[in-house]
Nanobody, 129 residues
Framework: QGQLVESGGGLVQAGGSLRLSCAAS????????MAWFRQAPGKERECIAA?????????????YYVDSVKGRFTISRDNAKNTVYLQMNSLKPEDTAVYYC?????????????????WGQGTQVTVSS
């Protein structure tokens, strides 16, 4: 059975950077749409970034970002390492949340939680002011 394991969370000051990693085992991430969600205390889980599955027909990798992280966060994938990353720069206190990696079998990309059948356990990111 496949697993997604996040790492890289921690405590950082506002304006700092963190890079989250999501290592997949038991499945090949190139065949999956991958996404990062986050859930802050008292708030619903939201999709903040997603990256489309890999296909040789495409020269570009389609990515999605929620408005609140555009220009600060970058999602990427290394299919050789079977890992997805989330580079987070210029962090703000409002970025404090548990961050989850999720995988959706290839087809249409989605930002909807219920469309993602596979989830990691989450990693805490805390940004101090």
């Amino acid at each position: 059975q496949g697993q997604l394991v996040e790492s890289g969370g921690g405590l950082v000051q506002a304006g700092g950077s963190l890079r989250l990693s999501c290592a997949a085992s038991g499945r090949t991430i190139s065949n999956y749409n991958m996404a990062w969600f986050r859930q802050a205390p008292g708030k619903e889980r939201e999709c903040i970034a997603a990256i489309r599955w890999t296909d040789i027909r495409w020269t570009d990798t389609f990515k999605y970002y929620v408005d609140s992280v555009k220009g600060r966060f970058t999602i990427s994938r290394d299919n050789a390492k079977n890992t997805v990353y989330l580079q987070m720069n210029s962090l703000k206190p409002e970025d404090t949340a548990v961050y989850y990696c999720a995988a959706k079998p290839s087809a249409a990309m989605s930002t909807i939680i219920n469309d993602y059948p596979y989830w990691g356990q989450g990693t805490q990111v805390t940004v101090s002011s």
